[in-house]
């Protein structure tokens, strides 16, 4: 089992930007893809991008533009920047290896 720690989410208002760390350890993090998600009460849990082992990413469905994810692979840590922060991105952000994920960091976006 792979231990990922989430970090960076808070409270911020509508139209700012945060960047969400995803740390891991060990070569399977760096030789693996590491995903994305997020969910909100009442709500799936929604796919937002991955990057792969190469830097490749991929994004789900209109979250490319605002939402950026890249590696650090000396630190081990994957970041997901969100840009032009809204109201409707508030939820529970936790990054996933394989059937792995953390505990999450929580966003909440305010007027």
């Known amino acids: 089992q792979v231990q990922l720690v989430e970090s960076g989410g808070g409270l911020v208002q509508a139209g700012g930007s945060l960047t969400l760390s995803c740390a891991g350890s060990?070569?399977?993090?760096?030789?693996?893809?590491i995903a994305w998600y997020r969910q909100s009460p009442g709500k799936q849990r929604e796919f937002l991008a991955f990057?792969?082992?190469?830097?490749?990413?991929h994004y789900g469905d209109s979250m490319e533009g605002r939402f950026s994810i890249f590696r650090d692979t000396e630190k081990a840590i994957v970041y997901l920047q969100i840009n032009n922060l809204k109201l409707e991105d508030t939820a529970l952000y936790f990054c996933?290896?394989?059937?792995?994920r953390g505990q999450g960091t929580q966003v909440t976006v305010s007027t």
């Open positions: 996933h290896l394989g059937s792995d």
């Open positions: 060990g070569d399977i993090f760096r030789d693996n893809p």
């Open positions: 990057v792969a082992s190469n830097n490749a990413t």
